[in-house]
């Protein structure tokens, strides 16, 4: 979405990713699924968010290796909380090898299993309004219906934060009808649309649309 070589000078002049971070990544991009990664500077972003939110307590749907969880979990305080939702145990055990090195294993509490009966359940447990922000990155299709449990999660001027909402540029693309495309294009159009949240779409990485709840 940037001119690499914009992108490496904006890098060099404004990450500050940890020698943990910057090694998950690495060991990540050698990985067939790379691209189920967030960038570095959405990452940032996503963090300074939560810090100037004062969050303290929300979750996470889409873990994969963990780099997100690094960022989401170093901007939290000592005693803050991520609920990491993910359905792949394998993939995740390196995510806990590296909270663990990054000495903010006590802050993720990792649930293994579909993401919306997760969200559900805590809703069920009586935390709606609880938490302080969700972020997404996980299967398209369930952008909405995560977003949805968000809302009742997440109290009033907390965040929902959802990467690849540009979806590699696919989603000018008319001639595009994939599954994945169109449900991009109708979680985009549905958080627009939606009075309940303040909002922007940030063209950064693969677009991170930031919505706060009203």
Known sequence: ????????????????ETEVMAANRRTTAREADAN?????????????????????????????????????AH???????????DTDAEITERAQRDWATAGVADRIELRIGP?????????????????????????????????????????AGGLIIADNTLWHG????????????QAIRAFNQHVHADERVDMSLVPIGDGLSVARKR
């Open 115 to 155: 993401a919306l009966a997760t969200l559900d359940a805590e809703i069920a447990a009586g935390m709606a309004g609880a938490y302080d922000f969700m972020f997404i990155d996980a299967d398209k299709a369930g952008y909405i219906d995560y977003y949805e449990r968000g809302l009742a999660l997440v109290a």
């Open 1 to 16: 979405m940037i001119d690499p070589e914009l992108l490496g000078y904006l890098r060099d002049v404004s990450l500050r």
């Open 36 to 72: 189920l990664q967030i960038d570095p500077e959405q990452g940032q972003l996503i963090g300074l968010l939560l810090r100037l939110a004062g969050a303290r307590r929300g979750i996470e749907v889409g873990v994969y290796a963990g780099y997100s969880s690094l960022w989401i």
């Open 170 to 181: 696919r989603v000018i693309d008319m001639a595009d009808e994939s599954t994945d495309t």
């Open 75 to 85: 901007s939290l305080p000592a005693s803050g909380h991520l609920l990491a939702c």
